[in-house]
């Protein structure tokens, strides 16, 4: 089965930055997936808190970003690459949480800010933002 695999994650302090990416263990799968995203979960949420960050449409390339990250947030994809990645730029502690790629490989999902309709998942990699 084919995973996602998140890298760049770590502690920095806030105003720093941090970028993510996210690579699957298979080609084709971010060049070919109709709907990317980036969720997070943050400290004491369960799987089902898990909260969107940024998505895009891969034919479109519309985006989406959640309020509070919008204009400190990118998401952008290197089909060439076949990376999927989430620059982050003045961090603030709120952004705290393990940081999740996903990808809908099927169709382009409804709502692209919520988790339904992402078949594809990777396992996270953990942001810190200290004060």
């Known amino acids: 089965q084919v995973q996602l695999v998140e890298s760049g994650g770590g502690s920095v302090q806030a105003g720093g930055s941090l970028k993510l990416s996210c690579v699957p263990s298979?080609?084709?799968?971010?060049?070919?997936?109709?709907?990317l995203a980036w969720f997070r979960q943050p400290p004491g949420k369960t799987p089902q808190g898990r909260e969107g960050v940024a998505a895009i449409y891969n034919e479109s390339q519309t985006t989406y970003y959640r309020d509070s990250v919008k204009g400190r947030f990118i998401i952008s994809q290197d089909n060439a690459k076949n990376t999927l990645y989430l620059q982050m730029n003045s961090l603030i502690p709120e952004d705290t949480g393990v940081y999740y790629c996903?990808?809908?490989?099927?169709?382009?999902?409804?709502?692209?800010?919520?988790?339904?309709?992402?078949?594809?998942w990777g396992q996270g990699t953990q942001v810190t933002v200290s004060a």
């Open positions: 298979a080609s084709g799968y971010i060049s070919g997936a109709y709907s």
């Open positions: 996903a990808a809908a490989t099927f169709r382009d999902v409804q709502y692209p800010m919520l988790p339904y309709g992402y078949n594809r």
